[in-house]
């Protein structure tokens, strides 16, 4: 009944019905009093055998690959193939106890889909606010330490191993460097990465003030 009104189970945190929690699996009679209570991440207990609980994982649909590449340049793993089917989606989000962001309402509906988030906002910026405060991702970030286009986490390497694939200028300027080994990308802390750590922390921090 409750997804007949048109909400996914997955926004769904807590039932009661006749002053006692209940299940969204009850029975309904004549006359009960059923009051819903939305899903936060209080939900979750970060210290439980829940295999959703501790840092998310996520899983993004084909109309959020900038939100995929911003999660995980927050250092969420996050996996996005615009070639997914919502079938497929659902089935990977299950076997890998991961979250489910989508724009599509009846995706969440399925009822393999533990755990999704409908992202309401347009602009990625502002998708990443969203996914922030939903989940309350601020303890739990680890920026610029993941591929923002294959997901892997980055690998420290040492410098003289890398040599003849840098430029001059930044063999001179930089002494930190890693190495994604899905692209075999090297990757250093230059202005680029400066630019994404301060973006970072004006998203976060716009995602906490509100």
Known sequence: ???????PHTEVGLVVVNGAASTLDAAIGDG???DVFPWGPA???PNSNDPYAGTPRFVADSHLGALARLLRMTGFDTLYDN???DAELAALACR????????DRELLKRRVVRLGCHVDAIEPREQLVEVHRRFDLRGRMRPLSRCLGCNVTFRR??????LDRLPERVIARHDAFFVCDACERIFWEGTHWVNMR?????L????HEK
Do not use: N
Not at 1 to 7: D, H, R, T
Not at 204 to 207: H, I, K
């Open 204 to 207: 976060v921090g716009s995602a």
């Open 157 to 162: 390497v040492d410098k003289r191993d890398v």
């Open 198 to 202: 301060q973006l970072i922390d004006r």
């Open 1 to 7: 009944m409750v997804e007949a009104l048109g909400v």
């Open 96 to 103: 890998e106890h991961r979250i489910v962001l989508t724009r």
């Open 32 to 34: 009960d009093r059923i």
């Open 83 to 85: 070639c997914y089917d």
């Open 43 to 45: 939900c979750l207990a």
